[in-house]
């Protein structure tokens, strides 16, 4: 068997919410040159586990952008949709460890607790206490439940190549969180931490914006045994009001025609420093300029206009 250790493999995991944009272009780019400045492999992901936000003909825009960007990925790309299985013998495996619990709450409930004071609200939505954690599988309509984990009172902490130390209690930072949904959807942290583990990633490179949910998946590494991969969280590009560039704050879509401009916009954006001839370099000129002076450490956390 390979070693997890010896071997660079980073990946770029897109979600097809929509077209490429400037923000994930730089998730791109640093993931791949750190694989590459590393003789690693580079893997692309498509993660369209929840379905109900995949917009038609996203994942193949992204990869028409990706490649006329010149970007070159190794092995064959991974659809989530395509790995249920693989999701659910995870789910079981944490079943049969009696880690998991069936959720009856309903959103509305979960909202009015938190109006009322009995539960907190965190960054990202109420930090469940654990209400249904006695639930028996056995004992509730199976149609009508989300499965969450039971987090432990444990602190979780790792070294980020970027932003350094983290740490999170996850019990109080995170609370018991969902790990299927109650539309049968398996949740973002269980499929990512699988499929990391399935493609046999050693690095992490990603944005800033996931930077929190990095303490869940070291959790969930730990419940279903596997290796844990180094983690370097990207600063992420913030309009005027403090908003992340998104899909959902209207990013343009970097389109079809490679433009090298824009790659190197995103090159300084990450600290480097391309001389200014090379805004009339070739795209291959560019990749070897990029390739050649890489380097992750010069990249600042700090959050950009
Ligand atoms: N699919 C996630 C996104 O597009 C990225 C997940 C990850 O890199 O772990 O935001
Ligand atoms: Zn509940």
Redesign the pocket.
């Known amino acids: 068997m390979q070693s997890h250790t010896t071997l660079y493999r980073g990946r770029f995991?897109?979600?097809p919410t929509g077209p490429l944009h400037k923000g994930s272009l730089i998730a791109a780019i640093a993931s791949y040159l750190e694989a590459k400045k590393n003789n690693g492999k580079w893997l692309v992901r498509m993660?369209d586990v929840d379905e109900l936000r995949n917009v038609k003909g996203a994942a193949n825009s992204i990869l028409h952008s990706l490649e006329a960007f010149g970007f070159e990925w190794d092995e064959s790309i991974l659809y989530q949709t395509q790995r249920k299985d693989a999701y659910a013998d995870a789910l079981q495996n944490l079943k049969k460890q009696k880690r998991v619990y069936p959720c009856t709450c309903s959103r509305k409930s979960l909202r009015d607790k938190a109006a009322s004071g009995l539960i907190t609200t965190g960054q990202f939505g109420v930090i469940y206490p654990g209400f249904c954690s006695n639930n028996a599988f056995t004992n509730v309509n199976p149609e009508d439940y989300s499965i969450r984990i039971k987090t432990p009172e444990q602190s979780y902490s790792f070294n980020d190549e970027l932003s350094g130390y983290n740490i999170q209690n996850l019990k109080i930072d995170s609370g018991d969180f969902i790990i299927r949904r109650r539309d049968g959807l398996f949740a973002y942290q269980l499929a990512?931490v699988v499929d990391d583990d399935f493609q046999n990633i050693s690095h992490?490179v990603?944005?800033s914006d996931?930077l929190d949910s990095t303490a869940r998946q070291l959790f969930l590494q730990q419940c279903l045994k596997y290796p844990q991969p180094q983690y370097a969280h990207l600063p992420l590009i913030v309009h005027e009001n403090g908003d992340k560039l998104s899909k959902q704050t209207g990013a343009k879509s970097i389109g079809n025609k490679a433009d090298i401009p824009l790659l190197i916009e995103c090159l300084k954006f990450l600290g480097q420093k391309p001389p200014e001839l090379l805004s009339h370099a070739s795209l291959d000129e560019f990749w070897q300029w990029a390739k050649n002076n890489w380097q992750l450490s010069i990249t600042s956390t700090l959050q950009k206009k």
Do not use: F, Y
């Open positions: 995991a897109p979600s993660e990512v992490i990603r944005g996931l």
